[in-house]
Structures are given as C-alpha cells and as structure tokens.
C-alpha cells in the first residue's frame, strides 16, 4: 500500500489529508508520538526506549511482516498506526493486529478513523482474515469499545499485564 490521498471538509474549512507508508522522515515525529503514547497509556507497565523504538519502526517500514501507516494533515504529520500480520496458531489465518495507534491532539476530527480504515485495507491487500485492535483500559475504554463495535469488531479477550 503506498498512498491514500483524501480531500475532507469540515464545516468552512477544507483540510487536505494523506496516509501513506512511513518515510524515514517521519521517524523522529514518530518517536516523539511513540514516547508520550508510552508516557500517557504505559505508566508503570512499560517503559520507552527512544533507540529500540526507533529500530522497531523502521524494521516495519523495511520488511513485509509489519507496517507503519502515517497520516498526514497540511503536509504535517498528526498520526500514526503500526501493526504486524501473523499466522494464527488455530487456523493458520493470517491476521492483522495493531501495536501503535497514535493521533496528534488537534488533528482533525476522523483522522484516528482514517488511519483505522487505511490499516484494515493494508490488512486486507496482505490476505489477512482478520484485525485485532487493542483496547487500553485507561484510555476511554467505553468510548473505544462502542468505536470498534459500531465498526464492527466484536470483543474478544481482556488481557492482563505484570511487571517482571
């Protein structure tokens, strides 16, 4: 998946968007998302770790198995989704999940959506079956939840995390 340019309006003002595959130009604002996502949502489960992050993503933008979509507003970048495909162990489907999800306050309202959609259609164009999205129970876990379904995810599993 290269490019998926879109043109949105909002109200009188025309914003330009695109999401399109990461550049390496884009790495040092990703680190900084990566870092306060880390910082807000990982307090004391996990920590970040600027270089390896870093390494991570620029993996995922040199090999197949992973992605890193980026969306840009106005040629800036506001937000990003990452994810990797794997074979199910029961099935041997392939599927889809999401490891960073990350929207620059202020970006306009529907960027979060659009990268959604653009990382189910790179999930799709790999012949991944299915999507797995992660829900952050301290981060407006309602909300998400009511997000994913009303797109159609459907709750799964609940997963518990120990500091070792």
């Not at 043109?7 to 870092?35: C, F, Q, R, W």
Request: overall charge neutral.
């Amino acid at each position: 998946m290269e490019s998926i340019g879109t043109t949105t309006s909002s109200g009188s003002s025309l914003k330009n968007y695109s999401i399109a595959t990461a550049m390496p130009s884009d790495l040092e604002k990703l680190s900084v998302m990566g870092h306060l996502f880390a910082q807000n949502y990982g307090a004391g489960v996990m920590s970040f770790k600027t270089n390896v992050f870093l390494e991570k993503m620029a993996g995922f933008m040199a090999n197949r198995q992973g992605t890193v979509l980026c969306l840009h507003e106005d040629f800036e970048l506001k937000g990003a989704i990452a994810g990797v495909l794997y074979e199910n162990v029961f099935d041997g489907e392939l599927c889809a999940t999401e490891l960073f999800w990350y929207v620059w306050p202020g970006a306009h309202k529907g960027s979060g959506t659009a990268l959604l959609a653009a990382f189910e259609e790179w999930a799709r164009w790999r012949g991944a079956t299915r999507v797995t999205m992660a829900l952050m129970l301290h981060n407006m876990p309602e909300a998400l939840g009511s997000f994913y379904e009303r797109k159609g995810y459907q709750p799964f599993e609940k997963h518990y995390v120990k500091r070792l």
